[in-house]
């Protein structure tokens, strides 16, 4: 099986721009979650989607959304980018069948907002 | 919400030798899972070994295996005969089925040639 692809991998962006990063999970996986990864703040979740629902979210502004397609795919959309958005933007799907319910990750996305 | 505490922000060891990194959780649930996740400097993010908090048997996964003290709520990784390429930085992680994944803040490991 294909791991969890996203693109792009590198992306800068100026500040007050929006920007949208896409997510591809493994196959048959309906859960994709989305997490911001800085050094000083570590892996903080951002929200999780299933079967195209939001299922779980984390505490960030409303500027940071998200969405899930029919296919699992899913998308992540930051408007007014500010200086700190710059970050690791790491995706990761799980099947959410057991029996461990372990996520698996993208290579990651990142962000410079210059 | 439930916490995921990794004390140990750095940690060394010499090659061929054994080390055990150190992770607590606070939850009330009793059905929950574990996990282990390796993050090497190229960044990818790879699952090392989980656990499922019903099992009673420590997970081992070749020279990783883990000790679980669930009433100590206490997930330790130990790895054995420690090469160079298992140096990463360490995430321990908890979740319950349908809920989010909760990662402590990482142990980054250190191997002496």
């Known amino acids: 099986k294909a791991g969890v692809t996203q693109t792009p991998r590198y992306l800068i962006k100026t500040r007050g721009q929006q920007v949208t990063l896409s997510c591809s999970p493994i196959?048959?996986?309906?859960?994709v979650s989305w997490y911001q990864q800085t050094p000083g703040q570590g892996l903080q979740f951002l929200f999780e989607?299933?079967?195209?629902?939001?299922?779980n979210k984390g505490n960030f502004p409303g500027r940071f959304s998200g969405r899930q397609f029919s296919n699992s795919r899913s998308e992540m959309n930051v408007s007014t980018l500010e200086l700190g958005d710059s970050a690791l933007y790491l995706c990761?799907?799980?099947?959410?069948?057991?029996?461990?319910?372990?996520?698996?990750f993208g290579p990651g996305t990142r962000l410079t907002v210059t | 919400a439930q916490t995921v505490t990794q004390s140990q922000p750095e940690m060394s060891v010499q090659e061929a030798e054994t080390v055990t990194l150190s992770c607590t959780y606070d939850?009330?649930?009793?059905?929950?899972?574990l996990f282990w996740y390796k993050q090497p400097p190229s960044r990818q993010m790879i699952l090392v070994i989980r656990?499922?908090?019903?099992?009673?048997q420590n997970a081992t996964e070749n020279r990783f295996s883990v000790n679980f003290q669930k009433a100590a709520k206490s997930f330790s990784l130990k790895i054995s005969d420690s090469q160079l390429g298992d140096a990463a930085m360490y995430f321990c992680?908890?979740?319950?089925?349908?809920?989010?994944?909760?990662f402590g803040t990482g142990t980054s490991l250190t191997v002496i040639p």
């Open positions: 990761a799907s799980s099947s959410d069948r057991g029996p461990s319910y372990e996520q698996y």
């Open positions: 196959s048959g996986h309906r859960s």
């Open positions: 989607y299933f079967s195209e629902t939001q299922r």
């Open positions: 939850t009330s649930e009793s059905d929950y899972y």
């Open positions: 656990q499922e908090a019903y099992k009673q």
């Open positions: 992680a908890y979740r319950r089925k349908g809920n989010q994944f909760y």
